[in-house]
Structure formats: structure tokens, C-alpha cells
T-cell receptor, first 112, second 110 residues
Framework: DVKVTQSSRYLVKRTGEKVFLECVQD?????MFWYRQDPGLGLRLIYF???????EKGDIPEGYSVSREKKERFSLILESASTNQTSMYLC???????????FGQGTRLTVV | GENVEQHPSTLSVQEGDSAVIKCTYS??????FPWYKQELGKGPQLIID?????GEKKDQRIAVTLNKTAKHFSLHITETQPEDSAVYFC?????????FGAGTRLTVKP
């Protein structure tokens, strides 16, 4: 079974802090994604990566950056956390275009 | 970019009834349409998918239909059970870009 592991289930950070959300997958998949989930808005794509050191912006990249130094790890970085970034963050991975995406369990981030 | 709209946002049915969730997409180049189920406290999990060269696909109590001309696709769940209660998301994908609908919260009443 594919395993996608996010480093934290719950996280509380202060406004202005730099926040790192980590995601690790164990299936050697090429593609990794970060989504943000908010009620009534569904899953919105922040960034995705199709290879090591490669990244593409999604719909809502402002205030976020990403890092993919190794194939199995994709990090989401909030440069200076703000209260409007309080949300559920989901990491996903798939191996090829047009195939099933596997999700992590999510990180619920609260910025106070 | 692709835009996916999903309706209804909430759906309540009696156990044993059918449930239908509908989605529309904007980019005619989208070619992969998965449906995900998200249970409380978990990440979404794929339940069924369909590709643009197929009009209908069925897996036990779940079916998906795709109308490429109208750019809409639907999820049908028959003989609903309480364990079907969850949030369901549709998605449309082109290349590495997968966009999701806003979700439907399905409640199946015993």
C-alpha cells in the first residue's frame, strides 16, 4: 500500500512564524501535491512538483513556497504565517498523469 | 485553468435510497475524472474514476457517468448505507493538474 505521511496532525503557530509542513511518500512516485482544504471551497491546489527540484504554482501560491530536494519528500513552507492561513493542509502523490492520487491524513494548522 | 463545480453541497438520504452528485468542468481537454471519499479525520480516498474515452463505469453500488459534450459527470450510489456517510469530491485532471470540486456532504439516515 502507498503510504503518504504528513509530519503533524495538528499544529498551532503564531502570526509571523515560519512554518514547515513535511510530507513523505514511500512509493517512489514522481508527482507530489499540496492542497488546502476549507469548508465550502473544497481542495485548492497550492503547489505541485513533478520531479526533484521542480515545482509549479497552483491556484493559491501566495504566501507559500515549497521544496523538493529528494524524490520522497515535499515540504510546504509558510514564510510568515498569517491567521488567514489557518486551514487543513493535504499532501498527495501520484505516479503518472491521470492516475489515482494518494493523500496523507492532513495537517490542521491554526495560526494565532 | 480548469474550474470544477459540484452540486449539491449537502445531501441527506434514507438508508437504501440512491444518491446522485453532479459535477461540471470547464476545460474540454480534461481527460481523467476521479471521485474521492473523505471520512472524518482522514485524507480523501479514491472510490471510482473514469477517463474521457469512456461514458460510464460501475463498481458494485457505485457508478460514474461522463458526458463530454456537456462537460459534466455524475456519481451514483445505489442502496445507500450509513457507512456511505462522508464528504465526496469530484475532480478533473489534465496533465499533472488536478482540480477538485467544493465537495458534497452525504448523510445516510438509518
Amino acid at each position: 500500500d502507498v503510504k503518504v505521511t504528513q509530519s503533524s496532525r495538528y499544529l498551532v503557530k503564531r502570526t509571523g512564524e515560519k512554518v514547515f509542513l513535511e510530507c513523505v511518500q514511500d512509493m517512489d512516485h514522481e508527482n507530489m501535491f499540496w492542497y488546502r482544504q476549507d469548508p465550502g471551497l473544497g481542495l485548492r491546489l497550492i503547489y505541485f512538483s513533478y520531479d526533484v527540484k521542480m515545482k509549479e504554482k497552483g491556484d493559491i501560491p501566495e504566501g507559500y513556497s515549497v521544496s523538493r530536494e529528494k524524490k520522497e519528500r515535499f515540504s510546504l513552507i509558510l514564510e510568515s504565517a498569517s491567521t488567514n492561513q489557518t486551514s487543513m493542509y493535504l499532501c498527495a502523490t501520484n505516479n503518472m498523469v491521470g492516475t489515482e492520487a494518494f493523500f496523507g491524513q492532513g495537517t490542521r494548522l491554526t495560526v494565532v | 485553468g480548469e474550474n470544477v463545480e459540484q452540486h449539491p453541497s449537502t445531501l441527506s438520504v434514507q438508508e437504501g435510497d440512491s444518491a446522485v452528485i453532479k459535477c461540471t468542468y470547464s476545460d474540454s481537454a480534461s481527460n481523467y475524472f476521479p471521485w474521492y471519499k473523505q471520512e472524518l479525520g482522514k485524507g480523501p480516498q479514491l472510490i471510482i474514476d473514469i477517463r474521457s474515452n469512456v461514458g460510464e463505469k460501475k463498481d458494485q453500488r457505485i457508478a460514474v457517468t461522463l458526458n463530454k459534450t456537456a462537460k459534466h459527470f455524475s456519481l451514483h450510489i445505489t442502496e445507500t448505507q450509513p457507512e456511505d456517510s462522508a464528504v465526496y469530491f469530484c475532480a478533473a485532471s489534465i496533465n499533472n493538474d488536478m482540480r477538485f470540486g467544493a465537495g458534497t456532504r452525504l448523510t445516510v439516515k438509518p
